[in-house]
C-alpha cells in the first residue's frame, strides 16, 4: 500500500526567504511522486512531478523538489517566498501498479508574510 | 477550453434529494478520476474510467453513489438521496491515459452543501 506523510500542516515564512516543505512517502514499488498547489476555490494544479527520470526535479514558479529514496522523503523548496505562493500544497503519490488513483498527503498551508 | 471543466460551481441542495456533477475533461484525454475533498477526510479518491468503463470503483463510499462517462468524454456523478455527509468539494480530473507517471489535470470543482 502506498501513502504519504507531510510533516508540517502549517508553514509560515516571510517573503523572500526560502520555502521547505516536508513530505515523506512509503511505496511497495519505484513510486511516481508530484507536488500540487491548491489557491482558495481553485482546483489543483501540478506544480512538479517525479517519474524515476533525474532525482532533482524542476517545477513552475521556481519550485524543486528533490527524491531520496534512502530516506523516502520528496521535499518541495523554493529559493525565494513569494507572496503569491500563499496556498495549500499536496504531496501526491502514485505506485505503478495502480494505473488510476492518486494518494494524497494531508497538505501543507503555507502563509507568506511580509 | 483547455482546463477540465466541471459544473455546476457551486450546488446547495436539501438532504434527501438526488444531485448530478459534471465533468468535461480535456479533450483527448482517456483517463477521468473522480475526487472527494472534505474537512477531516482530505483529498478521497472515489473512481476511475478508462474510456467509458469503470475500472476501479473502489472509492465511492456507498450505493448511493453512482458514476457514468459516455463517448469517452464527459462524466456524470450522481449522488441519490443526499446526506449531510455528502457536503463536500467534489473535484474531477483527467489524464491522457492511466499510469503512475500521467500527471493529472483538475477541475475547480464542485462545492455541494447539503442543507
Known amino acids: 500500500a502506498q501513502s504519504v506523510t507531510q510533516l508540517d500542516s502549517h508553514v509560515s515564512v516571510s517573503e523572500g526567504t526560502p520555502v521547505l516543505l516536508r513530505c515523506n512517502y512509503s511505496s511497495s514499488y519505484s513510486p511516481s511522486l508530484f507536488w500540487y498547489v491548491q489557491h482558495p476555490n481553485k482546483g489543483l494544479q501540478l506544480l512538479l512531478k517525479y517519474t524515476s527520470a533525474a532525482t532533482l526535479v524542476k517545477g513552475i514558479n521556481g519550485f524543486e523538489a528533490e527524491f531520496k529514496k534512502s530516506e523516502t522523503s520528496f521535499h518541495l523548496t523554493k529559493p525565494s517566498a513569494h507572496m503569491s505562493d500563499a496556498a495549500e500544497y499536496f504531496c501526491v503519490v502514485s505506485d505503478p501498479g495502480t494505473a488510476s488513483k492518486l494518494t494524497f498527503g494531508t497538505g501543507t498551508r503555507l502563509q507568506v508574510t511580509l | 477550453g483547455a482546463g477540465v471543466s466541471q459544473s455546476p460551481s457551486n450546488k446547495v441542495t436539501e438532504k434527501g434529494k438526488d444531485v448530478e456533477l459534471r465533468c468535461d475533461p480535456i479533450?483527448?484525454?482517456?483517463?477521468l478520476y473522480w475526487y472527494r475533498q472534505s474537512l477531516g477526510q482530505g483529498l478521497e479518491f472515489l473512481i476511475y474510467f478508462q474510456g467509458n468503463s469503470a475500472p476501479d470503483k473502489s472509492g465511492l463510499p456507498s450505493d448511493r453513489f453512482s458514476a457514468e462517462r459516455t463517448g469517452g468524454s464527459v462524466s456524470t456523478l450522481t449522488i441519490q438521496r443526499t446526506q449531510q455527509e455528502d457536503s463536500a468539494v467534489y473535484l474531477c480530473?483527467?489524464?491522457?491515459?492511466?499510469?503512475?507517471?500521467?500527471?493529472?489535470?483538475f477541475g475547480d470543482g464542485t462545492r455541494l452543501s447539503i442543507l
Open positions: 479533450s483527448g484525454h482517456t483517463a
Open positions: 480530473a483527467s489524464s491522457l491515459f492511466p499510469g503512475g507517471g500521467q500527471p493529472q489535470h
